[in-house]
């Protein structure tokens, strides 16, 4: 009894432990946040300043047209997230629900893109959207959506609808549903976890894309978010204002957090059903 | 605000414009099928797939051919592309001062963090799988590092180990002190750089793997322990015999994409930005060649490297996996 009494006792400090090691960072960067410039390199530091500086959350987002790269950054995540469900969610349905020759040969394709590094095919694909005269435009960032560029979401999507049973469909087929009908009335309605999950990481893909925004967006008025972020940092020579820094890394992180455990049900379902299944 | 209008409005239309045209593609590729005699129901599936397959011709099979062709020339975006031969290749392995520090830095990265990461993964996922109270509030405490964004962890972390204020050398001063080292500048120095990166992506460590493992801990039979339990196994020795080889096709997959992945590090380090001395990542390289300097041969060749070696790495675990990892009804 008292062995077990210990035991439980430890475990439980090395819960709390973790945890705590885990949230400093988090608190560092909240207290740095709130912090005047003057003081920021003080020692030993105000973990809960005094005077909490608040006014340098609006500062930081004043010191750069952020109004603008998150209207950019808005346009760019509801083109791309839009397509993106869309096609993912038929080319699931094609590779779940029919048979044609060469199906399995693709989808293993489909599956072996998720290896190959994107930096592979980044100068030829620069090189297709600057003849198309597109480089300078969002475009590159979301046109693409449309052909279903996620693997990770298309074999979710799938793995989704191959658990749906058949006799659903074959009921549907009786009553004189055609394709359409059937992925609209049975299919799309079975996989709503699925799609929210996939949702949320296509949203999160999107708000944090950096190297697509970097390459492609000359136009300082087109910046992005996350864009914005690496000119706030200054020159390589500059002392960077750490607490204008972290109140925007804050900004940033916020929606996609609020996000997530909002949805963290949909995510883990979606995460851990295809992590297991074959 | 609303200087953008125009440009919005015409990337809204051509957006609306794709799938009118991949939708055309799609039909005349159905009606072809149809016409040299496939069933209808086998014609649909390809054309519902279709969309996917342009994109793949298009924006993977055509530009990974065409990346290796422009490994072979001096192409950049003010001249044309003229074959070089091997020259970008012998240049980055005999002259290129930065290709090897390159190199060595993103596989001793990878190398390490993915380990690390998968055992440390693991071991979280144990924790949280006892039963003990306030499990969500743990959980979601243990997984906020990894869902926030790699621009805000750069940043955060770039303050953390920032070399005269930064909280972790304020806090290991005095050890400094007593070892009569000087602080470390942690992302400017090519002995520090390794390990400031590893312990930053150790941060985040609770992420995606984590949850897939607490599931995956679930789902081993119970009457594996009971059977085990009764021939007097004991803890560790049903973590070894029976956890481990019941999980493992999935600590594969944890570490075939963790390496795929760490290989591939360039946000990140992007936005902690070490210094040139430190020494800088694959992936970085390939930008700042390919659109910093305007060497996309050379860039290509880089880009090429990095693909050779994730296949390579990748090809070495999978040959591997037959040695550690258990199928359910296959015989070791």
Redesign the interface.
């Known amino acids: 009894m008292a062995l077990r009494v210990i035991k439980r006792g430890v475990l439980y400090a090395v819960l709390v432990g973790i945890a705590v090691v885990l949230l400093i960072p988090f608190f560092w960067m909240l207290s740095t946040a709130l912090t005047a410039e003057a003081d920021i390199f003080a020692w030993p530091p105000e973990w809960i300043p005094k005077h909490p500086q608040w006014h340098n959350f609006a500062d930081a987002w004043k010191a750069l047209p952020f109004n603008r790269y998150l209207l950019n950054t808005l346009f760019v995540v509801l083109l791309g997230l839009g397509a993106e469900l869309a096609s993912e969610t038929l080319v699931a349905y094609g590779f779940a629900r029919f048979q044609f020759p060469g199906r399995d040969v693709l989808f293993f394709v489909l599956l072996a893109t998720m290896m190959m590094p994107f930096h592979v095919t980044l100068i030829p694909t620069y090189l297709i959207w600057q003849a198309f005269g597109l480089v300078g435009e969002f475009d590159p960032l979301v046109l693409r959506a449309w052909t279903a560029w996620g693997p990770f979401y298309v074999f979710l999507l799938r793995q989704f609808m191959l658990r749906i049973p058949r006799e659903l469909e074959d009921a549907a087929a009786i009553d004189g549903a055609n394709a359409w009908q059937t992925f609209w009335h049975v299919i799309l309605p079975q996989i709503r976890p699925a799609l929210f999950a996939v949702a949320i990481f296509a949203f999160r893909g999107y708000w944090n894309d950096f190297l697509g925004p970097l390459i492609y967006l000359t136009d300082t008025d087109k910046y992005t978010m996350t864009l914005g972020m690496y000119f706030f940092l200054g020159g390589a020579n500059e002392q960077p204002h750490w607490n204008y820094l972290m109140a925007m890394s804050i900004v940033v992180a916020l929606p996609v957090l609020i996000l997530f455990f909002a949805a963290q049900r949909y995510f883990v379902e979606g995460i851990t059903f295809t992590g297991m299944k074959e | 605000?609303f200087?953008?209008m125009g440009?919005?409005g015409?990337?809204?239309i051509?957006?609306a414009l794709?799938?009118v045209f991949?939708l055309l593609i799609a039909a005349l590729l159905y009606g072809m099928l149809r016409l040299i005699g496939?069933r209808p129901?086998?014609?649909?599936?390809?054309?519902?797939?279709s969309?996917?397959?342009?994109?793949?011709l298009?924006?993977?099979a055509?530009?990974?051919l065409?990346?290796l062709y422009?490994s072979f020339t001096d192409f950049s975006?003010f001249s044309g592309a003229r074959w070089v031969g091997l020259q970008n290749y012998a240049r980055l392995f005999f002259r290129d001062r930065e290709f090897w520090p390159s190199l060595r830095l993103t596989v001793l990265y990878a190398l390490l963090t993915v380990p690390i990461g998968v055992v440390g993964a693991l071991l979280?996922a144990l924790?949280?799988s006892?039963r003990?109270k306030a499990i969500g509030l743990?959980r979601?405490?243990?997984?906020?590092?990894a869902?926030?964004?790699?621009?805000?962890v750069a940043?955060?972390?770039r303050?953390?180990f920032?070399s005269?204020?930064g909280?972790i050398n304020?806090l290991l001063a005095p050890l400094f002190r007593i070892l009569r080292l000087d602080q470390p500048d942690w992302f400017g120095d090519p002995h520090y750089v390794l390990p400031a990166f590893i312990i930053m992506s150790l941060?985040g460590i609770?992420g995606?793997n984590a949850?897939?493992f607490?599931?995956?801990l679930t789902?081993v039979p119970r009457s594996l322990y009971e059977a085990a339990e009764i021939d007097g196994a004991v803890g560790w020795q049903k973590l070894i015999y029976i956890t481990i080889p019941q999980i493992s096709p999935?600590i594969l997959?944890q570490v075939?994409?963790g390496m795929?992945s760490a290989?591939?590090i360039?946000?990140v380090a992007?936005?902690v930005?070490p210094?040139s001395a430190a020494g800088k990542f694959m992936?970085q390289l390939?930008?700042e060649r390919?659109?910093t300097q305007l060497h996309?041969g050379e860039?290509?060749a880089i880009?090429?490297v990095?693909?050779l070696l994730?296949?390579i790495l990748?090809l070495i675990i999978f040959r591997s996996s037959p040695a550690w990892v258990y199928y359910e009804g296959r015989e070791r």
């Not at chain 2, 129901?41 to 797939?49: D, I, S, W, Y």
């Not at chain 2, 979601?140 to 590092?145: A, F, M, R």
């Open positions: 605000m200087a953008n440009a919005y015409a990337t809204l051509r957006w794709v799938p991949l496939w129901k086998p014609a649909f599936g390809l054309a519902l797939v969309p996917w397959l342009v994109g793949f298009v924006f993977m055509f530009p990974l065409y990346s422009l975006i979280v924790l949280l006892q003990v743990f979601t405490i243990y997984y906020l590092p869902v926030l964004p790699e621009v805000a940043l955060l972390w303050w953390l920032n005269e204020s909280l304020r941060w609770f995606t949850v897939i607490l599931a995956a789902d999935i997959l075939v994409m795929i290989l591939q360039f946000t992007m936005f930005r210094t992936n390939v930008y390919g659109f996309m860039a290509s880009a090429w990095l693909f994730i296949l990748t």
